[in-house]
């Protein structure tokens, strides 16, 4: 295993009120993780930490140990905004911004210059939505608006945004539970060609899209991180009473 972010000891706040408590996880470069467990346990809580995005919360407190290739990110020399780039995040709802769908894709790389001129963003934009499996879909609409296009169009739209500033991990919150099932298994297809590339995480409410994408597995529950393995080891023989219960659904 390639570690490619290590949490140690993660306890998180909102207020006084404990949502994480005690998490410690490694994220493995070349797999795809899945975080399952259920409502209200603390996996968007605990993905968010990742790159930060609970900086955005007020009340949100973290402790506790996170490094991205053995850099801790929460050192105050950290630029988050750069930090967010390297760590990139898709959200349960699409959320293209109202511009077009070019302007979706070139924002990124526009403001972390990372395209020297228009022939170059041109490049980065096509580049970006063909890994995202959307190019053959838009190319000859790229200037209409990016909210025009369907659901699963607008989530394989936010996820070529993400990865148009060349990013090394990407943090996916329930990508697929405002999706019909054509478009899901259009963006589960797309998870396995982009494994390997950048490391995954996906939170996932739907244990089968767990067993179909992800290599590893953790399972959360009330705040702490129950379980964490292999896939198949969780799925056919875990060894937390807990989690049996969760994943025959005992409860949920
Ligand atoms: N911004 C916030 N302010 C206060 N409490 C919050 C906030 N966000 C989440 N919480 C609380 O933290 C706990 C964990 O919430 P979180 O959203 O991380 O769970 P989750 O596992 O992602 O749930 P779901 O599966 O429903 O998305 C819950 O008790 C929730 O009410
Ligand atoms: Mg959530």
């Known amino acids: ?34 975080f399952i467990g259920p409502s209200g346990c603390g996996k968007s809580t605990f993905l968010r930490t990742l790159n930060r995005m609970n900086d955005t ?25 750069q930090l967010r780039a390297r760590v990139g995040m898709v959200f349960q709802k699409p959320n293209p911004f109202p511009k077009s769908i070019f302007e979706n894709v070139a924002y990124g790389p526009r403001i972390h210059g990372l395209a020297a ?44 945004r993400a990865i148009a500033v060349d990013p090394e991990v990407i943090l996916m919150d329930e990508p697929c539970s405002a999706l019909d099932p054509i478009a899901t298994a259009r963006i589960e297809e797309l998870i396995h060609e982009l494994k390997g590339r950048y490391a995954i995480v996906i939170v996932t409410h739907n244990m089968q899209q767990a067993a179909r994408v992800s290599q590893r597995t953790a399972f959360f529950h009330l705040g702490t991180l129950v379980e964490y393995g292999n896939t ?8 937390q009473e807990r989690t049996k219960d969760y994943i025959t659904g005992r409860y949920g």
Do not use: H
């Open 1 to 34: 295993m390639t570690i490619k972010m290590s949490a140690k000891n993660v306890n998180v706040f909102y207020g006084t009120k404990q949502a994480i408590t005690d998490v410690s996880i490694d994220v493995d470069q070349d797999e795809v993780t899945a």
């Open 117 to 160: 001129n228009k022939t170059d963003l041109a490049e980065v934009v096509e580049k970006s939505l063909k890994r995202a499996g959307l190019w053959e879909e838009v190319k000859d609409r790229l200037s209409e608006s990016g909210t025009a296009l369907s659901g699963g169009q607008q989530q394989r739209l936010c996820i070529a």
């Open 232 to 239: 198949s080891d969780i799925f056919t023989n875990p060894r």
């Open 57 to 81: 919360v007020a009340s949100a407190k973290v402790t506790g140990d996170i490094r991205l290739d053995g850099e801790d990110i929460y050192a105050p020399s950290m630029d988050v905004v």
